[in-house]
């Protein structure tokens, strides 16, 4: 299946200073970039046909890849200056990519990249800021045999936040942390059916406009997933990622993990 990437945000939750212009797609963690890690996922369950959404920083994502170095991720040997790689990230990617406007939101980056998606019936999509180990090969398994218009990730809210149970006198009766409730958020990977595109308006949101007139409808499935997700929306969050990263702990290498079964319970 193709993968659409909507990487052209300007990522402003992302940036550390003003001075600080690097689309988020390309902010690190560990040596290679967040976009790096996204795209390594959905290789390793053999979708390597990457359609990229740009909008800001279009310029840099593109050198990202036309100057990309196999030696920062892979082993190799030298003879005589000449480099032989004993392994490969990307050699059997096929990357496109697609100017979708600077200020288009998601579902019109996604309608303006259409004609990029093949024949195939169904195809994925992702926000490229999100890492995750959640099972795709079953996520897409369960839409594709139910024929439904589409699935998306939804997972536990952050556990950071709380919820506050206030009197109508504005007194706080009770404080309890969110994760406490049976409560699910987007959690940005999707598999949709190609023909969802169709309930996108000009300028429209994938979201809000058409998972939106999906639901109720039987036709939208929420595939839970309680295992390891953690998005890199800020500053904050990606350093964190980072830090796992130097630590050792890298849950959403799926490509690394997959022969020790340490995929989260999903359902």
């Not at 200020?103 to 800021?129: C, H, K, M, T, W």
């Not at 180990?133 to 952050?158: E, K």
Request: proline share 5%; aromatic share 12%; glycine share 10%.
């Amino acid at each position: 299946m193709k993968v659409v990437l909507f990487c052209g945000g300007h990522g402003m939750r992302m940036r550390n200073s003003e001075a600080d212009v690097v689309p988020k797609p390309l902010q690190m963690v560990g040596p290679r970039p967040l976009i790096w890690h996204v795209m390594r996922y959905y290789a390793h369950f053999g979708h390597k046909e990457f359609v990229l959404c740009l909008g800001y920083g279009a310029a840099q994502i593109k050198d990202f890849f036309l100057s990309y170095r196999e030696m920062e991720s892979n082993d190799f040997i030298m003879r005589g200056g000449e480099v032989e790689l004993l392994d490969s990230d990307i050699s059997d990617w096929t990357v496109t990519f697609v100017d979708t406007g600077l200020e288009s939101p998601i579902g019109e980056r996604l309608r303006r990249v259409r004609q990029y998606l093949g024949d195939d019936e169904y195809f994925l999509a992702n926000y490229a800021d999100v890492l995750t180990d959640a099972p795709l090969d079953r996520m897409i398994d369960r839409v594709v045999g139910t024929g439904a218009a589409g699935s998306m990730l939804v997972v536990p809210p952050p556990s950071s936040f709380h919820c506050v149970d206030v009197s109508s006198a504005g007194e706080v009766k009770e404080i309890a942390p969110v994760s406490k409730f049976s409560i699910y958020v987007n959690g940005g990977y999707f598999v949709l059916n190609r023909d969802i595109i169709d309930l996108i308006p000009e300028d429209g949101d994938l979201v809000g406009d058409a998972c939106t007139a999906l639901a109720g409808t039987g036709r939208l499935i929420g595939y839970r997933h309680d295992g390891f997700w953690k998005p890199a929306d800020t500053f904050k969050e990606r350093a964190e990622l980072d830090a796992d990263y130097n630590r050792g702990v890298r849950p959403w290498m799926v490509w690394e993990t997959a022969e020790s079964g340490q995929y989260g319970r999903s359902a």
